[in-house]
């Protein structure tokens, strides 16, 4: 039994509260539910279930998951007993809604939780992964939205930190850059919030905010426009 195992259950037949309290009796009631491996619980209560999906292809069936077994970390549970949802089961819309089966996912918590499960693979795809279950998740665009940002100092000592629309700030750097790239016909601004590559578009009213920042910079005779963040200079031309 796996937390995305019950979603996917119960998502058609009961609310999602009552998905959350099912998983909150389980943990109180642990003792009585052997067959849970420890390292499940381990996963849903310690908030650590983020697991890199390295050299994962795009379609994976079982012969897959064996011939790419040693690319997975130590923790990652024995892959070969991974079930598969049916893909297209979740999608992320252009405009960071998420949908379970065409159902749109009302409930910002609920979303909160699923993305801490969300993994890119070498080849840009998103999976949900859990101890026993797999899912390949659709995005439209970008997984995440940067819908806040907070700055302090000024010139090459400037701090610069976005917050995703699931609560979470990050600091801009080398690690976690801004860039733009063309998608859809379109140049648009984002930013790398994971070490596997996951990426979240920065909201129109963010770039605008952070233009008013913007500072100009020449560069062997070619003059940018641009931002500062951990001593880094990140080019808007």
């Keep these: ?27 109180l009631k642990r003792s009585k539910y052997q067959f849970l491996s420890s390292q499940t619980f381990k996963m849903i209560f310690s908030r650590k279930y983020i697991y890199p999906l390295l050299g994962r292809p795009k379609m994976l069936k079982s012969k897959d998951l064996i011939a790419t077994k040693n690319l997975f970390s130590s923790e990652i549970p024995d892959t070969t007993n991974l079930n598969f949802l049916p893909d297209g089961s979740f999608r ?6 998420w949908y379970y089966r065409g159902s749109l996912i009302r409930r910002p918590k609920l979303i909160k939780f699923f993305s801490e499960f969300l993994s890119r693979d070498y080849k840009g795809n998103y999976w949900l992964v859990t101890p026993s279950e797999i899912a390949q998740v659709i995005v439209e665009d970008a997984p995440f939205t940067i819908d806040r940002m907070s700055l302090t100092n000024q010139g090459p000592d400037q701090i610069l930190l976005l917050q995703t629309n699931v609560g979470k700030w990050i600091t801009v750097s080398i690690a976690r850059p801004i860039y733009f790239q063309k998608k859809q016909g379109k140049s648009k601004p984002y930013m790398q919030v994971e070490e596997d590559g996951t990426e979240a578009i920065i909201s129109r009213s963010v ?18 426009f641009g931002i500062w963040s951990s001593g880094t200079y990140f080019s808007f031309s």
């Design 207 to 224: 770039y605008y905010e952070l233009t008013d920042f913007v500072e100009q910079e020449e560069n062997r005779g070619i003059i940018t």
């Design 1 to 27: 039994m796996d937390p995305l195992h019950i979603f996917s259950k119960g998502f058609d037949f009961f609310n999602r509260i009552f998905c959350i309290k099912t998983l909150f009796i389980l943990f």
């Design 92 to 97: 992320i819309a252009v405009d960071g809604t």
